[in-house]
């Protein structure tokens, strides 16, 4: 940490903040329910903590010479999760979401406001679900018109969904109709918890919550027409949610899905067996063959390979993917092409979900914006 520190260690357990000094460990921010920690700085002697709880963004504001005495509390409105990020000198604020240019407002982190009106299109609310509900973040035409929708979600490993400005977001919604992003258990949104309820032998979890957004979105006729774009784990999230009911959507998009989880092998990161599960258990053995892509779609295929034939899917890899073997997803592509309309890409030098910028992964964008629009 910065000046002002010596001595003390600040640190992030259960969605709330720990400061160590003189051996003693003590909450400075306590854990609250479906929170969880997204930004820590040490500015212009104040400690800054930025905290989604329930989804709402929360800025703590902390003196760091009187770090025992309450912090300042600043909530954002409308609550929703939020990239929130102060300057060095402490005298600026930037706030931004997916579909919301980022925003600077002057600050005093020695009088923080009570709250910080930043306008959006997007709008946080819960799908009643049997899991007691499932949030998510979504933005429709100011027409009330219903055309498409496209729908993303991450849903694994704890990661949070981004919330940094996409300009792909808004030419969506100028161009095409509504958007939607779901934080569906197996995400890091809503904390710890909701993390480990779509993990292991939760696996399911994540696309269960997927199909219970979709199908209200489209009972509520938000969306004649349902799109699904994911990538990584994302991409993954959705196929299971399409292999368990091959009539929510209408269009997917998936880059770099996993699609072979009930055979680990050695080049499996810990990471990964934590998250999918240990096949030496045979309940969690039993979960991990439900949850795997490909005996999801071989059980499609045996008995209802007609099932598939509405949904076109257009499937992005890379052959120097290091995180899923390349020739599993053309595999994969193959057998999937058997019941379904499949235009599967793959390049040589894209890297694992196009994270290589380069002119492949530029080339591999374009098609997933062409395929998604058209």
């Excluded at 699904?228 to 091959?246: C, E, I, N, V, W």
């Excluded at 196009?354 to 492949?360: C, F, K, T």
Aim: with cysteine; proline share 6%; glycine share 10%.
């Amino acid at each position: 940490m910065a000046d002002g520190f010596e001595g003390v260690q600040i640190g992030i357990s259960r969605g709330g903040v720990t400061m160590t000094r003189d051996g003693n460990t003590d909450f400075l921010l306590y854990p609250a329910a479906h929170a969880v920690v997204r930004n820590i700085q040490s500015i212009a002697g104040y400690l800054v903590v930025v905290r989604w709880e329930h989804l709402e963004t929360v800025l703590y504001t902390f003196s760091i010479a009187r770090l025992d005495e309450k912090p300042g509390v600043t909530r954002f409105t409308p609550s929703r999760p939020l990239l929130v990020t102060v300057d060095a000198d402490g005298c600026q604020l930037v706030a931004e979401d997916p579909a919301t240019e980022p925003v600077a407002f002057d600050i005093d982190l020695a009088s923080m406001p009570d709250s910080i009106n930043f306008p959006s299109l997007l709008r946080v609310s819960t799908v009643p679900s049997s899991a007691g509900g499932v949030p998510m973040q979504a933005t429709f035409p100011d027409d009330g018109s219903t055309g498409r929708i496209l729908i993303t979600a991450y849903a694994g490993f704890g990661i949070c969904l981004p919330m940094n400005f996409d300009p792909s977001v808004r030419d969506w919604l100028e161009g095409s109709g509504a958007w939607a992003q779901i934080f569906a258990r197996g995400g890091g949104e809503l904390g710890r918890g909701w993390h480990r309820a779509g993990a292991g032998a939760g696996s399911l979890a994540g696309a269960d919550d997927i199909l219970t957004v979709v199908r209200s979105l489209r009972s509520s006729g938000a969306g004649r027409e349902v799109f699904g774009y994911g990538f990584s784990h994302g991409a993954t999230q959705l196929l299971r949610a399409f292999l368990l009911d091959p009539t929510a959507f209408d269009r997917l998009a998936l880059w770099s899905p996993a699609v072979e989880l009930c055979e680990p092998d050695d080049s499996w990161p810990q990471l990964w067996c934590a998250e999918y599960g240990d096949v030496s258990c045979p309940d969690e053995r039993t979960a991990m063959v439900k949850a795997c892509p490909t005996a999801m779609l071989r059980h499609v295929l045996e008995i209802s390979p007609e099932s598939l034939a509405n949904c076109q899917i257009l499937i992005l890899s890379s052959t120097d993917d290091d995180r899923v073997p390349p020739a599993q997803i053309a595999e994969f592509s193959s057998l999937l092409s058997i019941g379904a309309d499949v235009r599967f890409h793959q390049v040589e030098s894209a890297g694992h979900a196009g994270l290589h910028d380069n002119v492949q992964s530029a080339v591999q964008r374009q098609l997933l914006w062409d395929f998604l629009t058209a």
